[in-house]
T-cell receptor, first 116, second 111 residues
Framework: DAGVIQSPRHEVTEMGQEVTLRCKPI?????LFWYRQTMMRGLELLIY????????DSGMPEDRFSAKMPNASFSTLKIQPSEPRDSAVYFC??????????????FGQGTRLTVV | DQQVKQNSPSLSVQEGRISILNCDYT??????FLWYKKYPAEGPTFLIS?????DKNEDGRFTVFLNKSAKHLSLHIVPSQPGDSAVYFC??????????FGTGTRLKVLA
């Protein structure tokens, strides 16, 4: 498996524009997580899904942020409208719960978002 | 509230010496902890984990210690190598299947 795949790797956009980040989890994983990395907060959990259903979105900072998982192999994180303070690296991760318990989460390479 | 704290933002160590990275947590209900390593422009990668039925787990040069009474865990790297220079995150796995991460410690191993 190629691992968790995120696109784009880099995104530069103007304030007020819509931004969509994409993620393909590892095949067979039933959990998908969206994290944001900043200097102040480290890796901050935004939202996570189980079997394509959002379980906890309490980390989503504002209504400008939304996430979807239409099927087991694809998820999006959308910011509309974007603001300069949204500039950060966004990571997607997936994991498998399994019968014997959890595994570690596997991360994608991240999307570096810059809002100017 | 579940929080994971890494109070040292950075650490420098000479090559060959021991690196000790620390992590504190607030909620003792959740008993599985992980360490991740992150290089620049890459995603975090899993390094080592420990569950509360143990107080130590070892994998090569990496050992994680868990002190449940103090709600504290630490990662020891012996001997440290320049390739270990990275940001290290500790994480707590909750019963609701989510991973809560700390703010990270940047380790620099000096040759």
């Amino acid at each position: 498996d190629a691992g968790v795949i995120q696109s784009p790797r880099h995104e530069v956009t103007e304030m007020g524009q819509e931004v969509t980040l994409r993620c393909k989890p590892i095949s067979g994983h039933d959990y998908l997580f969206w994290y944001r990395q900043t200097m102040m907060r480290g890796l901050e959990l935004l939202i996570y899904f189980n079997n394509n259903v959002p379980i906890d979105d309490s980390g989503m900072p504002e209504d400008r942020f939304s996430a979807k998982m239409p099927n087991a192999s694809f998820s999006t994180l959308k910011i509309q409208p974007s603001e300069p303070r949204d500039s950060a690296v966004y990571f997607c991760a997936s994991s498998h719960s399994g019968r014997v318990g959890h595994t570690e989460a596997f991360f994608g390479q991240g999307t570096r978002l810059t809002v100017v | 509230d579940q929080q994971v704290k890494q109070n040292s933002p950075s650490l420098s160590v000479q090559e060959g010496r021991i690196s000790i990275l620390n992590c504190d947590y607030t909620n003792s209900m959740f008993d599985y902890f992980l360490w991740y390593k992150k290089y620049p422009a890459e995603g975090p990668t899993f390094l080592i984990s420990i569950s509360s039925i143990k107080d130590k787990n070892e994998d090569g040069r990496f050992t994680v210690f868990l002190n449940k009474s103090a709600k504290h865990l630490s990662l020891h790297i012996v001997p440290s190598q320049p390739g270990d220079s990275a940001v290290y995150f500790c994480a707590q796995f909750s019963g609701t299947y989510k991973y809560i991460f700390g703010t990270g410690t940047r380790l620099k191993v000096l040759a």
